[in-house]
């Protein structure tokens, strides 16, 4: 992810969780679906760190959907309109030239190692 895309989705993120926070009722949601989106993340470097042991991504990949919760929560807060559908477009620019190496790139897939990795 490109770096104006973290703060494209970190921005409606952390502003979901600040209003949720505010709120008595939503307190507990919010709560749970920020330290459900960080902690993992936290002791999982952690852990690596601390034992030098080795660290990948599908360890915390799961941390996945209680963040996009939290990032669409936000976007949904936007106010007006106008400002929501802008939003929506500059993540999806910004998505679009993050992929388009997967779909201009021509390669190989290396299926063999794969193979041997689950074997």
């Known amino acids: 992810m490109s770096a104006l895309g973290g703060v494209l989705l970190t921005i409606p993120a952390a502003a979901s969780a600040w209003t949720g926070w505010k709120r008595r009722p939503s307190r507990e949601t919010s709560f749970l679906l920020v330290s459900l989106a960080i902690l993992p993340i936290l002791l999982a470097?952690?852990?690596?760190?601390?034992?030098?042991?080795?660290y990948h991504v599908r360890y915390v990949l799961f941390c996945s959907v209680p963040y996009y919760l939290l990032v669409a929560h936000g976007i949904r807060q936007l106010r007006p309109a106008a400002l929501r559908l802008c939003w929506i477009g500059l993540i999806?620019?910004?998505?679009?030239?993050?992929?388009?190496?997967?779909?201009?790139?021509?390669?190989?897939?290396?299926?063999?190692?794969?193979?041997?990795?689950?074997?």
């Open 92 to 119: 999806l620019v910004s998505s679009a030239v993050a992929l388009r190496s997967n779909y201009f790139i021509p390669h190989k897939e290396d299926f063999r190692s794969a193979m041997q990795y689950l074997a």
């Open 45 to 54: 470097v952690g852990a690596a760190l601390l034992f030098q042991g080795a």
